[in-house]
């Protein structure tokens, strides 16, 4: 069933597919490899040139879809899109590079290792970054030569089905991306038919480590992005105002659902009520509303249970010496809205610190010296992304070295793009999604030994 956020009414009925009809689909991603993978990677990229086209193409629609199904204001939805063609793009360019074959120095005539396709791959999405994230796992498995199923969350049931649609292009076989909406009790089945090689998961670290547990029964190779509670660490000598920019757009993309979204804003002492005045001053500008008008700056929170859990952890923030700096007004009517909050002097046994906050909910924390602001970010049990805002060379580079992540943003926004690896360590993940790492996840690095 797909509700519509703003209005909290249902949209339309989706029926899950049954077993049955489940193993067809498998099947017929499977059918498709044979062709698929003994395709050319010039030949791919013909196809993902294509596919890039008709998104868009059909850009509109497929922003109005996330904006109705998962309330994504419809200028953010259609830069998704527009990354997600990127993406295809920029595969269709540079896989060749990233599949070379690679030759190694041995006791051989000649020793190398060659990249091949696994077979088909299992995608299991969430509703945040319906598009996006369904491209990052799609396109690099793709024009590495396997063919993929999409498990999309059933929030967004239009929407996968029309990311699926995106691929019926001229030179495309048929089924080398198929949808399968199931529901989840169905996942551990699919995860264990042996005709899926491999699983690519994108959401909650409880969810994450059940399908690792699956998926290594099985033998089956598994990436990972789980959840975030990313730091961003700000120093007295940072451009401060650039800094609250950029602070407050990555805390509200996507009305603050991002895994990689700045959660903790660690503050130097001697600038934290300055810095924490700023952040509340862009805060107040933003705009809630309707996710179909271009005015818009943060639509609803795609669920009621998502909302409801968001204000339960501000209220234990709040109930153990949080403090309220600033809180927005909500639309009035039945959406599921929560307004843009902003808590000062957050301690690391306080909720909104320890737990991942998936909405527009910013937590500012201060931090006598570099020392501490290092040790506050390392103090989690996710290891996303982190930032660092200074221009202190060993401040920066002590920050590179030592803050426990995936990746690092020096005076700048954490963000995935496709030319670079993207990823966590410890709850936040297994595995890198994207850049030439990104494509040899579901590949058999195979070596070859010739005398």
Not at 158 to 185: C, E, K, Y
Not at 255 to 284: H, M, N, P, W
Not at 370 to 396: E, F, K, P, R, V
């Amino acid at each position: 069933m797909a509700t519509n956020p703003f209005t909290g009414s249902v949209i339309e009925q989706y029926p899950a597919l049954n077993a049955e009809q489940a193993s067809e689909r498998i099947g017929d991603a499977r059918n498709a490899f044979a062709q698929w993978s003994n395709t050319s990677i010039a030949e791919r990229a013909k196809v993902l040139r294509a596919v890039a086209t008709n998104m868009r193409e059909n850009k509109q629609h497929l922003a109005q879809l996330m904006a109705l199904e998962m309330g994504k204001p419809i200028k953010e939805g259609e830069a998704e899109v527009e990354k997600a063609a990127g993406c295809a793009e920029h595969y269709a360019e540079h896989a060749h590079a990233y599949l070379a074959s690679q030759t190694l120095p041995s006791d051989a005539s000649h020793s190398y290792i060659c990249y091949q396709p696994l077979g088909t791959l299992l995608g299991i999405l969430p509703w945040n970054a319906p598009v996006w994230l369904a491209f990052r796992y799609l396109v690099p498995a793709l024009m590495a030569g396997n063919t993929c199923v999409i498990k999309h969350d059933p929030n967004v049931p239009a929407s996968a089905q029309a990311i699926v649609d995106a691929f019926m292009v001229p030179g495309a076989p048929a089924n080398i991306v198929v949808n399968l909406p199931i529901n989840t009790p169905q996942i551990e089945a699919v995860i264990r038919d042996p005709r899926i090689v491999g699983v690519s998961f994108t959401g909650s670290s409880v969810a994450g480590r059940k399908v690792a547990a699956i998926a290594g029964s099985e033998i089956k190779p598994v990436v990972l992005e789980l959840g975030g509670s990313d730091p961003c660490i700000v120093m007295a000598d940072a451009d401060l105002d650039k800094a609250a920019d950029i602070a407050t757009l990555s805390r509200i993309i996507n009305a603050g659902q991002s895994c990689i979204a700045a959660k903790r804003i660690i503050v130097e002492a001697s600038v934290y009520e300055d810095f924490t005045e700023r952040l509340r001053q862009r805060l107040a500008k933003l705009t809630l509303g309707d996710p179909l008008q271009r005015e818009t700056d943060i639509g609803p929170l795609a669920r009621a249970d998502l909302r409801d859990n968001l204000a339960s952890q501000v209220t234990q923030t709040l109930d153990a010496g949080a403090r309220c700096v600033f809180q927005s007004e909500v639309p009035a009517g039945d959406g599921f809205f929560y307004p843009v909050t902003l808590l000062a002097d957050v301690s690391p046994d306080m909720c909104a610190f320890r737990e991942e906050t998936f909405g527009p909910v910013m937590v500012v924390t201060a931090a006598e010296n570099i020392d501490q602001a290092l040790q506050l970010a390392n103090d989690t049990d996710y290891g996303l992304g982190a930032a660092i805002w200074s221009s202190n060379a060993d401040y920066i580079q002590r920050a590179i070295n030592e803050l426990q992540a995936g990746q690092v943003a020096v005076n700048g926004i954490v963000k995935t793009d496709s030319r670079l690896p993207s990823g966590g360590i410890k709850g936040s993940g297994i595995g890198r999604e994207l850049g030439p790492q990104g494509i040899r996840e579901f590949v058999n690095a195979k070596q070859v030994w010739i005398k």
